[in-house]
């Protein structure tokens, strides 16, 4: 997904992508309102939405890998849990944001939590 998604408040829900543009099992980043989001499929279908930057190594978390609801970052194997933002383990310390999805029909939603 490489457009950019706008929408005029950040508390609302976004039109995101379709379903079929996510992989089937695990991340792809999208840019909604200038902010960078990976969005996360699981093994069971669910959907997640955190930010795509890893807190210890400022780089993109779309690009590691999903074990169940973990999603570790590829450089130094932060590891973040899609449903809480919490790592579960060094070299991370600091928890990503969680934002909420929303699936209505193929369509993916999410509304963006404000930044701590």
């Given at each position: 997904?490489?457009e950019t998604t706008r929408s005029q408040s950040t508390d609302a829900f976004v039109r995101v992508c379709s379903l079929d543009e996510l992989p089937t099992v695990g991340a792809a ?88």
């Open positions: 997904m490489t980043a999208a840019d909604i309102n200038g902010r960078i989001v990976a969005l996360v499929r699981t093994e069971t279908g669910d959907v997640h939405a955190v930010d795509d930057t890893c807190s210890h190594a400022n780089v993109s978390l779309s690009e590691g890998e999903l074990d169940g609801c973990t999603l570790e970052c590829w450089l130094h194997g932060s590891r973040f849990d899609i449903r809480t933002g919490i790592p579960s383990g060094p070299p991370a310390t600091v928890p990503i944001a969680v934002h909420t999805v929303k699936i209505e029909g193929d369509d993916v939603y999410v509304a963006l939590n404000q930044k701590d």
